[in-house]
């Protein structure tokens, strides 16, 4: 039985993390239908993603850090890059393969959503590969909400798949209205 008390360090991402954050996400282009990138990236090409990802503001990238190593992370990224989207976001979590169920993907989305609390993001989208149960549960932990599938709308590994949309609001005080 796995140690679930590790110390876990929640921290924006670093240039020092590239190397390891491209090889989860590569884990998942390669291996699986979660993203629809069709390519592994190397480091040079993820930098400008991990630029567009400062460590303040609504485009975050956070990293659980575990004795120096980052098992995981979160992003909040530009949902369309049309201005009048400004205060929309999607959101996404990747773990390294050796780090389900460990309740890192948990701690990356509670310091996430605390930290767009703060900032004027009204509404939180993400886009999930049909199926995966295990991201169904985390967003729907999360507030998330189905709005909606695109069917057969991304092509790999030979068959179509479909996208569940979910979609959690962030601002509920009153503040989400245009004046």
Known sequence: MQD???????????????????????HYVTGTPITF?????????????????????????LVADVDGRALGYATS?????????LTSVETSVYLAPDAGGRGLGTRLYEALFEALAEEDVHRAY???????????????????????????????FGRYWDVAWFEKRLQTDGSDTAG
């Not at 990236?41 to 400062?54: I, S």
Request: aromatic share 10%.
């Open 126 to 156: 993400a886009a999930i590969t049909v199926p995966n149960e295990a991201s169904y549960r985390i967003h729907e932990r999360f507030g998330f909400e189905p709005r909606g599938v695109f069917t057969e709308v991304g092509r790999k």
């Open 37 to 61: 990138d069709l390519e592994p990236f190397t480091v040079d090409e993820r930098k400008a993603w991990l630029d567009a990802h400062p460590e303040h503001g609504p485009h975050r990238l």
């Open 77 to 85: 990224s530009p949902f369309r890059p049309k201005q009048a989207y």
């Open 4 to 26: 679930h008390a590790e110390a876990v360090e929640i921290r924006p991402g670093t240039g020092g993390d590239l190397e390891e954050l491209t090889r989860i996400y590569n």
